[in-house]
């Protein structure tokens, strides 16, 4: 799964400007041709709680059948105090200093906020998980680490059953359960990165004691449970953690130096702080006009969708996914930063990204990582090649969002679309591609034939995030249209994905100072 940045010749200003207004005209038009067929909802009669009241002085309902935004901003705003106490207090202790203490003070942060979140019951579960997992795979080979893992995942899944015995015997209403199992997820990653790197720091510095064993313990558990990533992310691999915290030597002894926090530092969380806030009020504005999120339940509204609006609706299903992660990851990073913590970005905006592999570098940088470190880069150097490799980075994503039908086709399609781009370059790396184009193509055209090839992949990488989310009934609908729909329908659309491609490719030019 790696990733290759593309250095292209860069077209003529009008041709990049005509794609540019190409593809943004595409695109707010078919957000106007979803706003449309979103009077269906208007007189309808919604047994599912699908919409709300909405603004008092914009007169119309909202949409809120979104778990995930619906759940996710009122924790992000429990969160506020705990954030700020977690940090006051973190703030003294890194002036005295005092490792130990800070982790110490790490952990009752995040056991506190659970607490008071999920109840005790539920704040035991995500102690123990870490807990018996550090214990269970402390200095042991990659392999026992991964399988004993694995295992976790599984029976995570198990856990997540709604309504199952699980949530029954914690006394966990669904809000509940829904946060815990979330938290799970999130623990099982940091435990397999604190599993794999703790070994190593353990082997590259010779401990061997018990004292070391101990300490250990403590600081899994207060990267297992950091607080201001617990339960939404972004990943940050263990390492990574270790080093922003303290540098790695004789038992995590040595202590970086201490530094007040900069008026221009606060003033770039303040001005952040706004600009995340203006997303949440964006999206939810927008949520008065667009029931995109309500009309992927119903399939059948979805079916007599025309082309301009179904594509659309895919549009807009994907631009509220990615604020979603923009608002809970950038805010999270912000939040890491005032620690001196180095956390994952935001993702990039998927409209401007044409190729599988940057969509998986650039949307969740903090997963990219942990495949390409703890599962991609060990099977190569196991001399395993690189499909095989990929191929079981895959299988993990799978596993680890949930093993459903509609998971299953989307890690599947993007698996198959991601080897398919790899093979591609390949091609065209290889000698007799080169000579075609030296001799019979001047760069522009090479570019230009690269786009033309690259658009119908780009529609297999978007229906497949539909599948995502939105299941696999509405994936199965852009599949059959995709195929079934009159011909010069299709055309279009592979034309405003071609000019996608170009606005994507004269973004990336622009960002790595080609132009």
Not at 58 to 65: A, E, F, I
Not at 89 to 97: E, F, G, H, T
Not at 219 to 248: E, N
Request: with cysteine.
């Amino acid at each position: 799964m790696t990733a290759v940045t593309n250095r292209v010749t860069n077209l003529p200003r009008c041709e990049s400007l005509f794609y540019f207004f190409c593809w943004t005209s595409a695109v707010f038009y078919s957000i106007y041709k979803v706003s449309l067929f979103s009077t269906y909802f208007n007189d309808y009669h919604d047994i599912y709680n699908d919409f709300s009241q909405g603004w008092i002085w914009l007169g119309r309902k909202q949409d809120v059948s979104d778990q995930e935004w619906n759940t996710w901003m009122p924790l992000i705003v429990r969160l506020m105090p705990w954030i700020f106490l977690h940090h006051s207090v973190s703030y003294i202790i890194k002036a005295l200093p005092n490792t130990m203490l800070l982790c110490y003070w790490y952990i009752f942060t995040s056991v506190s906020f659970l607490y008071f979140s999920i109840g005790i019951l539920g704040t035991l579960c995500a102690l123990i998980q870490p807990s018996i997992l550090y214990i269970l795979t402390y200095k042991h080979k990659d392999h026992i680490i991964w399988f004993i893992n694995t295992l976790f995942l599984f029976l995570i899944h198990f856990l997540k059953i709604r309504d199952g015995i699980f949530q029954s015997m914690l006394q966990l209403n669904d809000e509940e359960h829904y946060l815990l199992t979330l938290t799970m997820c999130w623990i099982q990653l940091r435990s397999i990165s604190c599993s794999i790197d703790n070994k190593q720091i353990s082997v590259d510095n010779n401990y061997t004691d018990t004292s070391y064993f101990i300490k250990g313990f403590l600081w899994a558990l207060a990267y297992s449970l950091y607080l201001p990533t617990l339960q939404l992310g972004p990943l940050i691999l263990y390492h990574d953690f270790i080093d922003s915290v303290c540098k790695m030597c004789k038992l995590l002894q040595i202590k970086k130096p201490f530094q007040a926090w900069k008026l221009a530092e606060l003033g770039y969380f303040a001005l952040n702080l706004i600009r995340y806030t203006f997303w949440i009020l964006f999206a939810n504005f927008f949520l008065h006009f667009l029931y995109f999120n309500a009309m992927h339940y119903h399939p059948k509204v979805v079916e007599d969708l025309n082309p301009w609006a179904l594509y659309g609706l895919g549009y807009c299903m994907g631009q509220f996914f990615l604020i979603k992660y923009v608002v809970v990851y950038g805010l999270n990073h912000i939040v890491c930063a005032i620690d001196r913590i180095k956390a994952p970005s935001q993702p990039k905006c998927v409209a401007r990204i044409h190729l599988y592999s940057d969509m998986w570098k650039y949307f969740d940088e903090g997963l990219y990582k942990f495949l390409i470190r703890y599962i991609y880069t060990p099977l190569l150097k196991s001399n395993f090649n690189k499909l095989f490799a990929s191929f079981l980075c895959f299988i993990f994503v799978f596993v680890w969002h949930g093993m459903q039908i509609n998971i299953f086709i989307w890690a599947f399609l993007n698996f198959i679309g991601l080897n398919i781009e790899n093979l591609t370059k390949l091609i065209e790396k290889s000698k007799y591609c080169i000579n075609i184009r030296e001799k019979y193509m001047s760069p522009i055209s090479a570019r230009r034939i690269h786009c033309v090839l690259t658009s119908p992949l780009l529609a297999m990488s978007v229906i497949s995030n539909f599948y995502f989310f939105a299941g696999e009934e509405v994936g199965y609908i852009y599949i059959y249209r995709i195929f079934h729909d009159i011909w010069y329908s299709t055309l279009i659309l592979l034309y405003f994905l071609y000019c996608c491609c170009q606005v994507s490719i004269d973004l990336k030019n622009w960002e790595s100072k080609e132009f």
